[in-house]
């Protein structure tokens, strides 16, 4: 079930975890300032970036790179001087950071992969999901063509919707009305869907969080729970977690309510009330620690485990 937060124009939210995918920095449709509208009014323990967050491919063919990108790295590095962990998960679109894989700075881990463990003691496999597409793995020129293809379906997206305003309509994706009628993409979504439930089974999880195919959901495949925070680029979705480890769906796209009593303020340093003094402390000053690899032979990142219910830290898959 998705969630419109129309209570966070009022009051700042209290999460345990979040997760964010596919922000595509360094194209022209990432949508940064409702990402940043979003991560000024939710705090959490951990956040999660599930892959692409940058467009390395874009970047690479042509330099594309606003202020507000500036601004959103610094949002996020100031979380994470403060009492933040964040887990970058690399995906295919930002593999250039593959390098970096097992490294901690300060309070920000790279990986490929994680093992989550929510409050109530479930575990769920985190990944960006292109290891599973087979676009990917096999032909690099097709899936470049096709990230062509979906830029150009995003720009008419733009220039349509904008009429849609204009006549006083609401947004409407024409890429997901073209996904949902094309039975080609269809069939590949539901491979993808259950080629990745498949690898939680393996890991003996209960449920995976992925992001990659830009298409939010949460369902159950059999006995695995599947679960894609979606994309900032179109959908603007998140996953979150509560305090007591109830993962839902939150639906964050340019609406009235969500512009509501906001005004024109810029989102620097400092705002919100996010100065690097406000309730950091000590404990704020670990982004300071430097460079830190993941020791060898550790094994999957695992993410959670220290504040679970222990008693239930033993749920897991059933195969």
Request: with cysteine; glycine share 10%.
């Amino acid at each position: 079930m998705v969630a419109h937060p129309e209570h966070l124009a009022a009051e700042r939210k209290q999460y345990r975890s979040v997760w964010i995918s596919d922000i595509h920095l360094g194209t022209k449709h990432a949508q940064v300032d409702a990402l940043l509208d979003f991560l000024r009014d939710v705090d959490c323990k951990y956040l999660y970036l599930v892959g692409d967050f940058f467009d390395g491919w874009q970047l690479q063919s042509k330099w594309h790179w606003q202020d507000n990108y500036n601004v959103l790295i610094q949002k996020l590095l100031r979380k994470s001087r403060k009492e933040t962990r964040i887990i970058y998960i690399t995906g295919n679109h930002d593999e250039f950071l593959e390098q970096f894989v097992g490294m901690n700075f300060g309070s920000v881990t790279i990986a490929r992969e994680v093992i989550h463990t929510t409050a109530n003691g479930k575990r769920y496999l985190v990944l960006h999901g292109h290891q599973f597409d087979g676009l990917t793995q096999f032909n690099r020129v097709l899936e470049k063509i096709g990230t062509r293809l979906y830029d150009w379906i995003l720009d008419f997206n733009l220039y349509f919707n904008r009429v849609r305003r204009r006549l006083g309509f609401g947004y409407w994706s024409v890429a997901a009305y073209l996904k949902s009628k094309a039975k080609s993409a269809v069939k590949y979504v539901t491979e993808y869907e259950e080629t990745i439930v498949q690898m939680a089974r393996k890991q003996n999880a209960c449920g995976v969080i992925c992001g990659h195919i830009h298409r939010a959901e949460m369902k159950k495949i059999g006995n695995v729970e599947y679960l894609n925070c979606g994309d900032w680029v179109e959908s603007c979705t998140a996953l979150v977690e509560d305090f007591a480890g109830n993962i839902q769906l939150l639906n964050f796209h340019e609406t009235d309510v969500l512009r509501a009593g906001r005004g024109t303020r810029a989102h620097d340093a400092g705002d919100g009330g996010e100065g690097d003094d406000r309730g950091g402390g000590a404990r704020g000053r670990r982004g300071h620690a430097g460079r830190e690899r993941t020791p060898a032979g550790a094994g999957i990142l695992r993410i959670g485990d220290e504040d679970a219910c222990s008693t239930a830290a033993d749920v897991g898959v059933q195969v």
